[in-house]
């Protein structure tokens, strides 16, 4: 299952070149290439799901997280601590339409709180958003 126009797909067919981290028959990893923090890490299954809601197969689910900890041991996150991301959406900004599993880690992240969401937060009056 992948789709043709799909950079992820290229990726994990081995079309585009990409800073991998990891690989076996279910999944590929790779550095993210717009790092947001010293260690940005995607985890993605090879077939193609546009997101987490998209019908993936529970067993490929297991598979893409059961990672998670393996690869941020393999990255030196563990003891600092990482957060895990998947957005899912437009309103959660996700833009590249292939399921992927962000780690983050490196350095202190901090909540994201209401104040960075903007209009849409729930205490939006408070930021003078409305
Ligand atoms: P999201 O906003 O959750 O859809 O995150 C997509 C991420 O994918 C974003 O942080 C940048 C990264 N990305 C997009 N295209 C490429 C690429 O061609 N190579 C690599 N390594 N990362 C990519």
């Given at each position: ?11 994990a ?7 991998k981290v ?8 790779f550095d993210d ?19 987490i ?5 529970e067993?490929t689910l297991?598979h893409?997280f059961?990672?998670v900890?393996k ?34 880690g490196g ?5 994201p ?7 849409a937060?729930?205490n939006?009056?408070?930021y003078?958003?409305?």
């Open positions: 299952m992948q789709d043709e126009n799909c950079i992820f797909c290229k990726i067919k081995g079309e585009v070149p990409t800073s990891y690989e076996d028959d279910t999944c590929i990893v290439n717009d790092p947001l923090m010293p260690v940005h890490t995607l985890i993605i299954p090879k077939d193609h799901y546009a997101n809601g998209d019908g993936v197969p067993e297991g893409v059961g990672l900890g690869i941020a041991e393999m990255k030196g996150v563990t003891e600092g601590g990482y957060r895990v991301l998947v957005n899912t959406g437009d309103d959660a900004s996700q833009s590249v339409k292939h399921l992927h599993v962000h780690i983050l350095g202190h992240m901090p909540r709180n209401d104040q960075d969401w903007g209009p937060a729930t939006a009056a408070k003078g958003y409305c």
